[in-house]
């Protein structure tokens, strides 16, 4: 698979163009940042744990019947996958109270929730990622029909369902995570992005010690160490 020139440049991931229309090679990169891009870093050897993250949690889901863009890993921080259009939502899902949640709505960090959250935020990062509702959604233009909405909601509960018993399983709990996903060529949903400690809150089951990027967020010890710790637990 040839590497052609780049198509688009994120904060975490590179897209290049392939020598096939329909496939794009995703490299993922070692920067870091926070607080939308306001705070930057990097931690050499991140990208190559990501993408070996994303791709046992991708395969997993896959074999849950949950269809993602993943093709297949080229190198230890690359992926072939298949080209979507990603749906300008960024789907957040929340079993325990932390982040944004606790700031917006006086929540006690830490509190398990009575039920599985799911959330949507509009992926501008012009706009700082709002918190959007349906009705916001649909004013936007972000999905066809409200029920692409629900659509993303089973999904994102589904993802849930199969990715907190798996890591609860590791001696890791899945606090909350974001999911993207995109509309391949024959209008198919997939999960696509990445699943990585960028993109969830993971914590140690025994010590409730943070293995995520907010130990670059907050300050709070190795990036390195907290994502070899996450990506040891799920092959083990
Ligand atoms: P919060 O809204 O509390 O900041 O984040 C909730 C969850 O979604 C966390 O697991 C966080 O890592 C993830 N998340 C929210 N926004 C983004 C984003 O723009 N990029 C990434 N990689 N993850 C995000």
């Given at each position: 698979m040839t590497k052609k020139e780049m198509l688009y440049e994120g904060k975490g991931k590179k897209l290049f163009f392939t020598d096939d229309e329909n496939l794009l090679i995703s490299e993922f990169k070692d920067d870091l940042t926070a607080f939308n891009a306001l705070k930057k870093g990097s931690e050499e050897g991140k990208g190559a744990l990501n993408c070996k993250i994303s791709k046992v949690l991708f395969d997993l889901l896959e074999k849950n019947g949950i269809a993602t863009?993943?093709?297949?890993?080229?190198?230890?921080?690359e992926m072939l996958v298949k080209k979507v259009s990603i749906i300008p939502i960024e789907v957040v899902v929340r079993n325990i109270a932390t982040g944004s949640l606790v700031k917006r709505l006086g929540l006690t960090d830490g509190e398990k929730l009575p039920f599985t959250l799911v959330e949507f935020y509009y992926k501008d990062d012009s706009l700082g990622d709002p918190l959007i509702n349906d009705a916001h959604a649909m004013l936007l233009k972000t999905?066809?029909?409200v029920s692409e909405l629900d659509k993303l909601r089973e999904l994102g509960n589904k993802v849930n369902e199969v990715l907190v018993p798996f890591f609860d399983a590791k001696g890791l709990i899945l606090v909350d995570f974001k999911l993207e996903f995109g509309v391949d060529k024959d209008g198919n949903i997939l999960l696509a992005d990445e699943i990585s400690p960028d993109s969830c809150r993971l914590w140690d089951k025994n010590t409730l010690e943070k293995l995520d990027k907010d130990r670059f967020r907050q300050d709070i010890g190795s990036v390195r160490a907290g994502y070899e710790r996450v990506l040891n637990a799920i092959l083990n």
């Open positions: 863009h993943l093709v297949q890993v080229l190198s230890d921080n999905v066809k029909d």
